[in-house]
């Protein structure tokens, strides 16, 4: 069996890695989501950079396990690429997410922020579908057991409501 660092990667070492940066990926992303209410809540202004450092983390895991899955699992065959898109749509929901934090990867610097001005805002509220489309990556590649999809979703769902009500009722 494969290890790193000490580790067994399992019986499957691939599917273990894809598992672990997709995993780490979407907790990444929900962490992202988590400063601003931690906040409000907290009373303790967090840095925007808090929340552009874990943003990034998020795409990094998100190419990783991009990746790891076009190299390790179809090594490089995108004839392979177009029969797995046919049959799994998961990978068109992730390969859209992953557009869309690549979009916002590049936009993160300061200066992108000054050039974009107010359209800036705008593009960074995408976040909020694509972490709805990485739930459902998440979701619709699970076979059995879906708890643990249906537990980020609830998650998540607690956090964008909240956001809506504090858009709506415009408090801090």
Same mark, same amino acid.
């Given at each position: 069996?494969? !290890?790193?660092?000490?580790?067994?990667?399992?019986?499957?070492?691939?599917?273990?890695?894809?598992?672990?940066?997709?995993?780490?990926?979407?907790?990444? %992303?929900?962490?992202?989501?988590?400063?601003?209410?931690?906040?409000?809540?907290?009373? #303790?202004?967090?840095?925007?950079?808090?929340?552009?450092?874990?943003?990034?983390?998020?795409?990094?895991?998100?190419?990783?396990?991009?990746?790891?899955?076009?190299?390790? !699992?179809?090594?490089?065959?995108? #004839?392979?690429?177009?029969? !797995?898109?046919?049959?799994?749509?998961?990978?068109?929901?992730?390969?859209?997410?992953?557009?869309?934090?690549?979009?916002?990867?590049?936009?993160?610097?300061?200066?992108?922020?000054?050039?974009?001005?107010?359209?800036?805002? =705008?593009?960074?509220?995408?976040?909020?579908?694509?972490?709805? %489309?990485?739930?459902?990556?998440? =979701?619709?590649?699970? #076979?059995?057991?879906?708890? !643990?999809?249906?537990?980020?979703?609830?998650?998540?769902?607690?956090?964008?409501?909240?956001?809506?009500?504090?858009?709506?009722?415009?408090?801090?």
């Amino acid at each position: 069996m494969l !290890e790193i660092a000490g580790r067994t990667l399992g019986v499957n070492p691939v599917r273990t890695l894809l598992h672990f940066t997709g995993k780490t990926s979407l907790n990444l %992303l929900i962490a992202t989501l988590l400063v601003t209410p931690l906040s409000v809540w907290s009373g #303790k202004k967090m840095l925007p950079s808090v929340r552009r450092m874990l943003g990034l983390y998020t795409f990094f895991y998100a190419c990783l396990h991009f990746l790891i899955y076009i190299s390790l !699992e179809l090594d490089f065959n995108f #004839k392979d690429l177009r029969i !797995e898109i046919t049959k799994r749509p998961y990978i068109i929901i992730g390969v859209i997410a992953l557009i869309g934090l690549t979009s916002l990867a590049l936009t993160s610097t300061r200066k992108m922020m000054r050039r974009l001005g107010k359209k800036w805002q =705008y593009l960074h509220a995408l976040i909020y579908p694509i972490s709805i %489309l990485t739930v459902v990556h998440y =979701y619709w590649q699970v #076979k059995i057991d879906v708890r !643990e999809p249906l537990l980020y979703a609830g998650v998540l769902s607690f956090l964008l409501f909240w956001r809506l009500l504090r858009k709506v009722y415009k408090t801090n």
